[in-house]
């Protein structure tokens, strides 16, 4: 059975009438001890609160106990809703229907990242309605808001069900031809959100996917893919073997998008991929009817070792680089500007449709080191498995 709460998490500024407003935050929770929170402000996942095998529950999602952490700390788009268009839009424009549109560009005045410079994340989302089993946000974005043509109308629904299952799903329709990538960013630490890198390299993970976006020294899409083994996380890894391999190159951890189908179809929803921290049992299943998934390891968060002010999380949490892990469900990046990638435009009297489906499961610590052999004769799921 699935409940549903409300409170008051605080006050932001509204960025369109500039104005003071009430944020506020909805909790489902079911009879497993799953919770999950989201906030008003910017369709944030603020919480998802999860017992482990030893039936300890604690948050597994980075963020902040208030307002003002998430609008301080906004360019690292906790646990945020990304939108119009998530990502890159190269240059700042695109052509469609024979026309040039030029979009606002907020990444280093030449390109635009995750819908300008007031993106889906700093807009206060109005409540839709409560439903039995979750929560249903709304937003409406102004034709040639950020540049962007055509008035779209999105709704986000959060949900979960007693099997621990979180579903996100995303609807828009719109009165212009224009491109729609609506995604989510949540930092994961399955060891709880307090961990930090060692409970980060702790991780057991595996995803069903192979091929990497290259890009161009600028970071855009160049529409080729790339096999580079360090990225090949189709059977068990752990997250610190596979950072460590990153010592002697620039990026000093993930920040990849793989291609996980080029024959995109938003009506099937496929297996992404399996994280597991073994100490504590949490595991994390992803399925999703995206096209790419980009996977990090929190890079750009500050290092301790170069004397970096930390960001202050939950309960004074320092986080640290690597403290966390994002696994973002999206179109191809820069498809605008990419014929052969899948479609990111949608027309009037089109449905656009993002889902994505979290399983948040429990393994005995000695499941999680066995061969997959022996758990496949107990009848268990081995880790590379679906």
Same mark, same amino acid.
């Given at each position: 059975?699935?409940?549903?709460?409300?409170?008051?998490?605080?006050? %932001?500024?509204?960025?369109?009438?500039?104005? %003071?407003?009430?944020?506020?935050?909805?909790?489902?929770?079911?009879?497993?001890?799953?919770? $999950?929170?989201?906030?008003?402000?910017?369709?944030?996942?603020?919480?998802?609160?999860?017992?482990?095998?030893?039936?300890?529950?604690?948050?597994?999602?980075?963020?902040?106990? =208030? *307002?003002?952490?998430?609008?301080?700390?906004?360019?690292?788009?906790?646990?945020?809703?990304?939108?119009?268009?998530?990502?890159?839009?190269?240059?700042?424009? @695109?052509?469609?229907?024979?026309?040039?549109?030029?979009?606002?560009?907020?990444?280093?005045?030449?390109?635009?990242?995750?819908?300008?410079?007031?993106?889906?994340?700093?807009?206060?989302?109005?409540?839709?309605?409560?439903?039995?089993?979750?929560?249903?946000?709304?937003?409406?974005?102004?034709?040639?808001?950020?540049?962007?043509?055509?008035?779209?109308?999105?709704?986000?629904?959060?949900?979960?069900?007693? =099997?621990?299952?979180?579903?996100?799903?995303?609807?828009?329709?719109?009165?212009?031809?224009?491109? *729609?990538?609506?995604?989510?960013?949540?930092?994961?630490?399955?060891?709880?959100?307090?961990?930090?890198?060692?409970?980060?390299?702790?991780?057991?993970?595996?995803?069903?996917? $192979?091929?990497?976006?290259?890009?161009?020294?600028?970071?855009?899409?160049?529409?080729?893919?790339?096999? =580079?083994?360090?990225?090949?996380?189709?059977?068990?890894?752990?997250?610190?073997?596979?950072?460590?391999?990153?010592?002697?190159?620039? %990026?000093?951890?993930?920040?990849?998008?793989? %291609?996980?189908?080029?024959? @995109?179809?938003?009506?099937?929803?496929?297996?992404?991929?399996?994280?597991?921290?073994?100490?504590?049992?949490?595991?994390?299943?992803?399925?999703?009817?995206?096209?790419?998934?980009?996977?990090?390891?929190?890079?750009?968060?500050?290092?301790?070792?170069?004397?970096?002010?930390?960001?202050?999380?939950?309960?004074?949490?320092?986080?640290?680089?690597?403290?966390?892990?994002?696994?973002?469900?999206?179109?191809?990046?820069?498809?605008?500007?990419?014929?052969?990638?899948?479609?990111?435009?949608?027309?009037?009297?089109?449905?656009?449709?993002?889902?994505?489906?979290?399983? @948040?499961?429990?393994?005995?610590?000695?499941?999680?080191?066995?061969?997959?052999?022996?758990?496949?004769?107990?009848?268990?799921?081995?880790?590379?498995?679906?």
């Amino acid at each position: 059975m699935v409940q549903v709460t409300e409170d008051i998490f605080g006050i %932001a500024t509204n960025p369109f009438t500039k104005k %003071a407003q009430v944020v506020r935050r909805y909790t489902m929770s079911n009879a497993n001890n799953l919770s $999950v929170s989201i906030i008003q402000l910017g369709a944030t996942i603020q919480s998802i609160k999860i017992p482990d095998a030893y039936h300890q529950v604690s948050d597994v999602v980075l963020g902040f106990e =208030d *307002v003002a952490g998430y609008v301080k700390y906004r360019n690292y788009k906790f646990g945020c809703t990304l939108g119009r268009v998530t990502d890159v839009v190269g240059n700042g424009e @695109f052509f469609m229907d024979e026309r040039r549109i030029i979009v606002s560009k907020n990444l280093g005045q030449k390109h635009q990242i995750d819908g300008g410079f007031v993106g889906f994340d700093q807009v206060i989302w109005d409540l839709y309605m409560i439903r039995p089993d979750g929560v249903t946000l709304r937003h409406v974005s102004q034709d040639g808001h950020e540049g962007f043509p055509g008035t779209l109308n999105v709704m986000i629904h959060f949900t979960i069900d007693d =099997d621990n299952l979180f579903f996100i799903r995303i609807e828009a329709t719109t009165d212009q031809t224009t491109p *729609v990538n609506l995604s989510n960013h949540i930092y994961f630490n399955l060891a709880g959100q307090c961990t930090g890198k060692k409970g980060i390299f702790d991780h057991r993970i595996t995803m069903d996917a $192979v091929e990497t976006m290259e890009t161009s020294a600028d970071g855009l899409p160049t529409g080729r893919f790339n096999n =580079d083994s360090v990225y090949d996380i189709r059977l068990p890894v752990l997250i610190g073997d596979r950072v460590r391999q990153f010592e002697k190159r620039s %990026a000093k951890g993930y920040n990849v998008c793989y %291609a996980l189908d080029k024959e @995109f179809d938003s009506n099937i929803t496929r297996y992404v991929g399996r994280f597991m921290h073994p100490q504590s049992g949490r595991s994390m299943k992803i399925l999703s009817n995206q096209p790419s998934v980009k996977f990090a390891t929190a890079n750009d968060f500050p290092q301790e070792p170069l004397g970096e002010e930390p960001i202050l999380g939950k309960n004074c949490t320092r986080y640290w680089q690597h403290s966390g892990f994002s696994v973002q469900l999206l179109n191809y990046p820069d498809a605008v500007n990419q014929p052969d990638f899948p479609k990111i435009f949608i027309n009037p009297g089109e449905h656009y449709l993002h889902e994505t489906i979290y399983q @948040f499961g429990i393994q005995e610590s000695w499941k999680c080191c066995a061969e997959p052999e022996e758990l496949e004769a107990l009848g268990e799921e081995p880790m590379r498995g679906r």
